[in-house]
């Protein structure tokens, strides 16, 4: 049964940082381009970064470009989002998702696994 469990979501101030993780169970993440997805109240979903693969070439919405890393650990079958410089923009519920194809896109239905979500809050 393929999962993706979600963690190191929380309250942070404004400036602070934290470190979401995706543990991917049931498949082996190597074949899969992993994604955060993010939906904050009255938003529409959308996509934060992605990293793909078999080249683990990463992509990034412009919102959170240079404040935001993600990076794979296929040993670990994980996936991490380090956030920087947090903002109350940043402010949503954060979905790990995942895709057997090479490829980054946007689409939400591009996506066939997701995780349950993290709750993040930025906020003084």
């Known amino acids: 049964q393929v999962q993706l469990a979600e963690s190191g979501g929380g309250l942070v101030q404004p400036g602070g940082s934290l470190r979401l993780s995706c543990v991917a169970s049931g498949f082996t993440l190597d074949y899969y381009t992993i994604g955060w997805f993010r939906q904050a109240p009255g938003k529409e979903r959308e996509g934060v970064s992605c990293?793909?693969?078999?080249?683990?070439?990463?992509v990034y919405t412009d919102s959170v470009k240079g404040r935001f890393t993600i990076s794979r650990d296929n040993a670990k079958n994980t996936v991490s989002l380090q956030m920087n410089s947090l903002k109350p923009e940043d402010t949503a519920v954060y979905y790990c998702?995942?895709?057997?194809?090479?490829?980054?896109?946007?689409?939400?239905?591009?996506?066939?696994?997701w995780g349950q979500g993290t709750q993040v809050t930025v906020s003084s």
């Open positions: 990293i793909t693969s078999r080249h683990g070439y990463t």
């Open positions: 998702v995942a895709k057997p194809r090479d490829i980054c896109t946007s689409a939400i239905t591009d996506y066939p696994y």
